[in-house]
């Protein structure tokens, strides 16, 4: 065993480095010990390089600042000297020790050194291997989500399928009348990408088809498809879900049943389009937002959207009753700033309007909070606001990859550490309404990250993993499929062996490293390669020989 | 499988008092997928018992096993073989079938149970276990929609449910829990075989398997 | 001397029946008590056996003394606490003694008792233990020896109209019916709607079997939330439970009574039942009043 | 105890904890010699056996240091780690040990100060003792 030690450039004062040198190198396992200034500069890797290459040392021990800092720089320098670098231990001598108090720390620096030996006696080499993955990708859902993603993934030259349950491609792109804000209008862009797909021989469209079923791990997902009558099974390396949102009038949300005078937005767009075969022009139509969900910032956008539609096409009086509105996205403030001077009015309430009808109209009652007293307003037409739900089977579908989703419903609930589109399973991205962003320039963002997330996973073809870093012993284990539940990254299966035998298996390239898994292990099956219980034990065990000594 | 369950750490304690060494043997089978008596469940007892024995100062070597399979006797000697020469008192961390067939092979040492056997059952979830067989060795199962009335119902009535159920359909003695009937009632209903449970039946034959039950394969 | 309640049954058209809680001890003095007290105001008298799996003075001694006392017991046998062998010779032993109506039960769990680590038994269910009358009734034991010397029960069973969910409680209600069973005494109803229901399922019987309902007197808020939680088969619905608890201090209990005549009297108008069994469950001595709040 | 010192053992995860301890140190914020950190991938990887045989090899008080409730870079490692310590708690307990000496933690990576005062709680702690 190799130990170099490393007094930063000899400010770590309270450590009597020669004393620690000198303890411990009575010990017969210690091949030398260095004391160096500076590992981490010029001259102190060619001291570790010199001494690598003339030693034969199989574990190497390095006592200096803190891992988070050079971990990665001693890696990747004992890789160029073909040394294995899972042989390598090291304790943080300096943030967690000699910084700690004025005094002499040397006693605790020798303890830090011992632990860091302890651990390094019982490290396992771990190769690195590259495993060749699928390039393809997945899309799942057609809409401007699923189709922006298969453009952009095939302009980086990777081939993708998508998979729409409708018949025709566009999702909500065909719902909606006009982007005020942006000069095409969606019916140009729908048509232009539908085009660019066709053309593209990177994009196989399967229409009204389904997943029925998901198997497999990153770089080999094995899916199952159900296209009309026929069922068939591909391969994948990597899925973008971009299964967008359903909007929905909850009756709950307003005492009147939708239908006769209320209408949805999508209604109201159906009557734009042909305004000419309206029985009778409606005189006044009213907006409604904020009473069923304050957060969504979809209402006020096609609110806006349709609000100067109206006004353009029909030129009825136009009332938006709302809470507070959400401008804060790209261009929503012009749109909010025209509206008003095409002589919207808007209306701003603190409790929830009375709706109810009055003579074959819909009256809206509200207190409005800047002019201070009660409105009462009928209108021939009032647009609901809807509430934005996940498709129908989410459910069905995130309980079989075991997705975790939010009180709503929609995917990627998961926390702030993982970049906004990937997920707890490597290999999957969720983009677009089906995470809960519904508007254009939030999925674009969504929709750059995935990219980039299944490009640099699967461009080479090939991924490099560490081989085995976690893994089954199939002796011992049971499969008694704990750690199959626990593995938050759903990186663990059960395979048939040669032997017939069902045992547990963790793949390597889905798997990151938490260790959950060989925790739980009952019986003691997982071995976790530079985690292991005898390593985390000895280190233990190194704390506990300089009490028997004192 | 067989569902177990570790007793409290003050039991085993008074159980082996005044010896000085002794041997804490697991399972690799029932008990491992259980979380009772595994190789880990093995070193958290031999831990406690360390633990316990510093603390007040007398001095206890604790050797740790595991057999594949504590039921059997061949794999019993195999793992135990040597380790058991100078060990006062064995500690099994086996189902009860594991405990006796040491007991069985080293008749001259004292062997403990440290866990207690419960009852035969499936996982419902990771970490929870139910029971659902009672081995009565008269399966009523094919009339009752695959539910057993004999275990899961708390009084194993075998005509309905008793009338002390529960708002909602749950037990007399424990509100957490479905009472077995309606459980049966609604799944009949769902396969439309509600004829099963009209049905009279008769009382049942609590001698089908004279106890202690043995079976002997025809082969043999 | 009390009328057989074999005859109660077919002649009178409102039959009331009430309950004996015995001693847990065996001074049986103040149960004796009760039973002058009612021997002659009701039709029959119940006596539990270890209600509630609580462990007691036994129902076939009681039932022997309200014999010797001129009233009419009614012997009840839970499953719980014999084997067959055992309750078919406390049926032998209880019909040559004169005592000829049962109530077959099943029985509550030793888990709600204050005997909890008891061994329950259950040989037997309610349904088992009917056949099992009806064969002694026939002249020969439960495998079909011939008996020197048979019996002729009148036979009982128990139901609950207020369960949820109720199909299968119906169900099981059916195996009774389909067994053969002269009377019927229900669980504590307090929701009449439910009772409506559960009689509307009773019509095919047309008027064979008489189905009493069954009352539990309500002595306070408190213990009518103590029952619905810990005594099986019982639910109070919150509007009693409100109703008990602006009863002022100490009024609880002649309020409870007051409920428990409004239902009686409720339940005779509007023919709903057959009769009704009170249970007053340890105050015997105010099923008097009961029966008076009812204007019986 | 074979010696009875007061060492502290914390199991730190090094998403979170590890760092947290690294900018205790890197503002000087001084805490006592008896703290030994152990590096951990992530706070569910530390099992019971961990806890008992630190108790075993002297130590007076574990820690178990994770990242925040719902930050966790590997989603549910805080929680089991929390379940666990009450399991080891309940262990230490039979065995006569105050369960307080072992203890849950969950630090953001720049908690610093937090680091240091929930060490200062569990020195009060095998104090008392």
Redesign the interface.
Known sequence: MGIFLCDCGGSLKNIDFPKISGDLEKLEDVAFIDISHSLCLEEGEKAITSRILSENINRVVIAACSPELREHKFVRLLEGLRFNPSLLSLANIREQCSWTREGDVTEKATELIRMAMGKARLLQPVERESVSVNKEVLVLGGGFSGMKSALELSRLGIRTTIVEGKSTLGGKLKEVEGFYGLKTSPKQMLDSMITAIEKDNNIEVLTSAEVTRVRGEVGDFDITIRGGRKEFSLSFGAIIFATGYRTEILPQDFELKPGGNIISQLDLVEMLRAPEKLKRRPETIGFILDVCDENSRLPTLSSLNNALAVREKLGSEVYVFCKNLKVDSEGAEELYREARNRGVVFLKFDEPPQIYCEDGRVAIEAKDVLLGEEVVLPCDLLVAEERALPPEGTKGLSSMLNIGTDFQGFYQDENVHLYSAASARKGMFFVGGCRGNLDLRRALTDIASAVMGSYSLLALGEAVVEVEKVRVDPEKCRACLTCIRVCPHGAVQLVRLDTEKEVAQIYDLACDGCGICSALCPAKAIDFKGYADEQILAEVEAMGETNERR | MIIAERKPFEEIKNMIVGYKRILVVGCRTCVTICWAGGEKEVGILSSQLRLQSSRNGDELSILEATVERQCEKEMVTQELGDKVQDIEAILSMGCGVGVQTIAEIYEEKPVFPALNTTFVGMPEKEGLWIETCGACGDCFLDRTGGICPVVRCAKGLLNGPCGGTRRGGKCEIDPEKDCAWVLIYRRLEKQGRLDLMRKYYEAKNYRKVKRPGKIEALEA | MAKPFRETLKKKDFIVTAEAGPVKGSNVTNMIEHIELLKDKVDGLNVTDNQSAVMRYPSLGTCLLVKEHGGEPILQITC?DRN?LAIQADLLFAYSRGIDNVLC?????V??GDHKEAK?V???????LI??VHSLNSGKD?VGNELDGGVDYCIGA???PS???I???L??F??KL??GVDFVQT?AVYDLDELKRFMEHTRRMDGKVKILAGIVLLVGARMAMWMN?NV??I?VPQHFIDEMAEAPKGKGVSRGIEIAGRLVRQIKKEKICDGVHIMAIGREERVPDILEAAGI | MNVDNNKIVAFCCANSAYQAADKAGKMRLCYPDNVRIIRVPCAGRVDVVHILKAFEKGAAGVLVMGCQEGACQHLTGNTRAKERLKYAGDLLKEVGIDRERVKMVNLAPDMAQKFICEIEVMMEKIKEA
């Open positions: 719980r067959r039960l099943t029985g509550d769990s888990d709600v329950p259950f040989d037997l269910d309610s349904v088992q056949h099992l439960m128990s139901a609950t369960a949820d969910p199909e299968p409680q169900i099981k059916d195996k389909d067994a669980q939680d099986p088969g639910f």
